[in-house]
């Protein structure tokens, strides 16, 4: 772990893994027809907005019918990937076992399939969160955001890099999916990269068709305005999914971790990976809902399979945990999260150094609850 973490011993993780996991377990008694209700109504309101932004865009003849029609695409497109499809493929709503929430069959709004999503995402980094070498979502393999990270002369434009990430954040995702380093070094085949380009081939040429080809073609003498409507509404969802989950990973005060604390990890010791290794996001009701309920990331991270609109509520007890313990809560508004993101991609577009670890603190030396935790 990084310097600047704080320390537990093996006792004190134990007991901060009992009172998270009695955050967890109330909440997930407490599962049932109100969650159902949220995601219900999100989807609804997600399709008719995509279906009055594609009508105003076919069939509107001013700016204003444009604009409206943009941002409706937009707003749909966004609810569609953050608050509905990222929730229901980590299994939030499996419990339910309805169909059009399965997180194995649900398929979404964006170029990278959900099969392949689903075990870079659900698997490789909400396991290896922020571990140098086993986490490849750190960094997407495009920026450096750690000292830790091995510098190259590549990194030098990494600011231009990560607008470019943003503006095709969908494509970046996709292609992060399908591990084309693995081929330079020799871990995967020629045949085993096919394999896994074919699905995303496929899912590619469907989005592009419907946003690209069939929309525009059905809009008639329309087409080019509908065209460019479908294309800057990829491009605001690109640009906000990228700004949530940079927002969320990288910001100042998000650590990372070399693979060694793999070794023996505890259950207590992965809950403080991923309180220190995530951040939270600011504001309102409106915030939180457009970021899929990301806005708490350090949430999502402890807790990924549990209903997100839950999050707020469980941030409160997270909180009083974090603040009990002495440990830090990463927590500010978007812009001051998006400041913070840009300074560490300046100062890691640069040689930077890594900080010398510092030696394990003894038992007395550990923090201690400054009450007492909450029944388990």
Known sequence: MTPSSPRLNELQLAALAREL??????????????????????????????????????????????????????????LENMEIGHNVM???????????????AYEWDIVSPSASWRHAHNFEHHTYTNVLGRDRDLGYNLVR???????????LVQPLTALGLGLFFEWGVALHDLRLEELRSGESSPREV????????????????????????????????????????NLGRNLWAFAVIF??????????FPEADLEDESRGHWYLRQLTGS???????????????????????????????????????????????????????????LRSVARKLLRH????????????????????????????
Not at 145 to 153: D, G, I, L, R, T
């Open 21 to 78: 996991d009695a955050i967890e377990a109330e909440a997930r008694a407490d599962l049932g027809e109100a969650d159902l209700a949220h995601i219900r109504r999100v989807m609804r309101v997600a399709f008719v907005a995509e279906v009055a932004g594609r009508g105003l865009l076919a069939f509107g003849v001013d700016p204003l019918s444009f604009v409206l029609g943009t941002g409706a695409l937009t707003l749909s497109k966004i």
């Open 90 to 104: 980590h299994g939030q709503y499996d419990w339910s076992r309805d169909p059009e929430l399965d997180s194995r």
């Open 145 to 155: 955001v750690s000292a830790e990270q091995p510098w190259n002369p590549g990194y």
């Open 194 to 233: 096919w394999a896994r380009a074919r699905p995303f081939l496929r899912k590619a040429g469907w989005q592009l068709g419907k946003d690209y080809v069939f929309f525009p073609l059905l809009a008639g003498p329309n087409a080019p305005r509908v065209l460019l409507g479908n294309h800057l509404a």
């Open 247 to 256: 927002c969320g990973h990288f910001p100042e005060g998000a650590e990372v």
């Open 279 to 337: 951040a939270n996001i600011e504001g309102g009701r409106a915030m939180h809902l457009l970021s899929g309920h990301l806005s708490h990331q350090i949430e999502h991270h402890l807790f990924p399979t549990v209903p997100a609109w839950r999050y707020p509520e469980m941030a409160r007890k997270v909180r009083e945990v974090c603040a009990r313990w002495g440990l830090p809560y990463n927590t500010a508004p978007l812009g001051t999260q």
């Open 349 to 376: 577009a640069l040689p930077t150094r890594p900080r010398r670890p510092e030696p394990e603190p003894t038992a007395a030396e550990a923090p201690t609850p400054a009450r007492p935790p909450i029944a388990a």
